[in-house]
């Protein structure tokens, strides 16, 4: 998580001048917990949130709306590979693999600037203070029924 945190998220934000402090919303995964990564993350104007552990598959903008198409597309890259090929796993080059993710990843009719900002909003995680989006929230809509 230090290496990420220093090599990944740091440089990442210092890129916008504009980008005072920032959240950075963890799940319970013993390596995002150490007291290491967070005395780096708040001596560095950077709020954590660490979810609790049972509300990660409700909780999560990115698990809400974006990884299950992520994950959904690059599969059908990955079987059309074999029944293509007639091939088997041991012979899927790593590249072809590294190819459908990045395929996947930049195809704008599969994961879109919008779905990603939506994402968050599901999630209740907005700019807006007057309530506008509130009724986006679904992740308590399991309590409804």
Do not use: R
């Not at 780096?40 to 990115?62: R, Y």
């Not at 690059?74 to 090929?85: A, L, R, S």
């Amino acid at each position: 998580m230090i290496d990420w945190i220093e090599k990944i998220y740091f440089p990442y934000i210092k890129l916008d001048p504009l980008c005072g402090s920032t959240l950075l919303i963890l799940d319970k995964a013993s390596s995002h917990i150490k007291e290491e990564a967070i005395e780096k993350c708040t001596g560095n104007l950077m709020d954590i949130t660490i979810l609790p552990g049972v509300s990660i598959s409700i909780m999560q903008p990115l698990d809400i709306s974006i990884n299950k198409k992520f994950k959904s597309h690059t599969k059908e890259k990955y079987i059309n590979h074999f029944v293509k090929n007639n091939v088997t796993f041991s012979k899927v080059n790593k590249n072809d693999i590294i190819n459908w993710i990045c395929e996947t990843w930049y195809n704008k009719t599969i994961i879109t600037k919008n779905a990603i900002i939506n994402s968050f909003k599901v999630c209740g995680l907005s700019n807006k203070t007057d309530d506008s989006e509130d009724k986006l929230i679904k992740c308590f809509d399991f309590l409804k029924k």
